[in-house]
């Protein structure tokens, strides 16, 4: 069996985390804090916030004043979601690092969230992929609803594939597979991922997945045997999404740095620190700490 030596650790918290965060509006100085936290902690792609309408996703409509107010610091990429030029220039003003597009493999869950089918969406991002090209900046691609969708159900692995090739071939440097709703197995994981390296190489795919049903190490562990070098998670296992009912948030930074760390493999991120910034945080939204790592460790911290 072999891993590979080194994963890069995408940080959802401030955007997947927080979009979907119930109650009052979060204070920009603590998502800012969060972010800041995160990259002391050691993390280098961090997204931070989101360029979407304030109707949909009200907790991100603070995106500008976030990614202004956040010290930029010399290694560490901040980045946008933009579903368009509209967000595009949003990002561009706000100075993103990079950003992201967005889509999904199934017809109803694009419906959902962004408002148009698939083909639309992809449409879409043409010019904004374009116009993030001619400002230097990088885009990435995130393909939601890998292996399934909270309104169609089913979703072919050849499906997912299609949509992860044209975001690559539309200038992706890197398509995110994400399972939305965390209804994957580590076999599922496999045959999704096997599709999909049939038309993307495997060093320009990430994963991205949620821990609904309890599955997601299992499932990154799935999939870090076949090649995968890029995966994204969130401190606290913070977040769900707005538009897909009762998805518990994406798999906890610590546990996945914990599964890291146990077979060897090296991210240069501090696990200690990052356990208090999970602590830090669900103190601030006052919720409950989603980590076993860090509620294992913690208890033996006394935190
Ligand atoms: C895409 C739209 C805007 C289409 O929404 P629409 O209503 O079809 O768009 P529109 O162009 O008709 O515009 C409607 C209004 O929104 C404004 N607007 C339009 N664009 C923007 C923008 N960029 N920023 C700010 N405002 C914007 C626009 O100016 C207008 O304002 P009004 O005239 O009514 O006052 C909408 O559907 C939307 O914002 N959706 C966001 C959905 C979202 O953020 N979902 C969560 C992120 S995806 C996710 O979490 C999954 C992922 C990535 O993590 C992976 C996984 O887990 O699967």
């Known amino acids: 069996m072999s891993f590979p030596s080194t994963v890069r650790l995408f940080e959802m918290s401030a955007r997947d985390g927080l979009q979907n965060e119930p109650g009052d509006f979060i204070a920009t100085p603590i998502k800012i804090e969060l972010i800041e936290r995160l990259a002391d902690a050691g993390l280098t792609h961090i997204e931070a916030a989101s360029f979407v309408s304030p109707k949909w996703v009200p907790q991100m409509a603070d995106a500008h004043d976030v990614l202004s107010g956040i010290q930029r610091r010399p290694g560490v990429t901040f980045a946008a979601l933009t579903p368009n030029l509209k967000g595009l220039e949003g990002a561009i003003a706000a100075k993103a690092d990079e950003v992201a597009v967005f889509s999904a493999a199934s017809e109803a869950f694009t419906q959902k969230n962004i408002n148009c089918s698939i083909a639309e969406s992809l449409e879409r991002f043409i010019p904004v992929i ?174």
């Open 130 to 303: 374009e116009t993030a090209r001619q400002n230097g900046i990088r885009v990435r691609g995130y393909v939601s609803t890998v292996m399934g969708c909270p309104y169609q159900g089913e979703v072919s692995p050849s499906a997912v594939a299609k949509v992860a090739q044209q975001l690559i071939e539309m200038g992706c440097y890197e398509v995110s597979l994400g399972d939305t709703i965390g209804v994957g197995t580590p076999l599922k994981a496999k045959r999704m991922l096997e599709a999909v390296t049939q038309h993307v190489p495997i060093d320009k795919l990430a994963a991205h997945f949620h821990d609904t049903y309890g599955q997601a190490v299992a499932n990154l562990y799935a999939v870090l045997e076949e090649g995968i070098q890029v995966i994204d998670a969130s401190v606290a296992g913070l977040g769900g999404c707005p538009y897909a009912k009762g998805a518990s948030g994406n798999v906890a930074t610590e546990d996945v740095l914990y599964l890291l760390e146990g077979l060897g493999i090296e991210t240069g991120i501090d696990l200690q620190k990052l356990i208090n910034t999970g602590f830090w945080i669900t103190q601030q939204l006052k919720r409950n700490n989603g980590s076993k790592v860090a509620l294992a460790k913690g208890a033996c911290h006394g935190l």
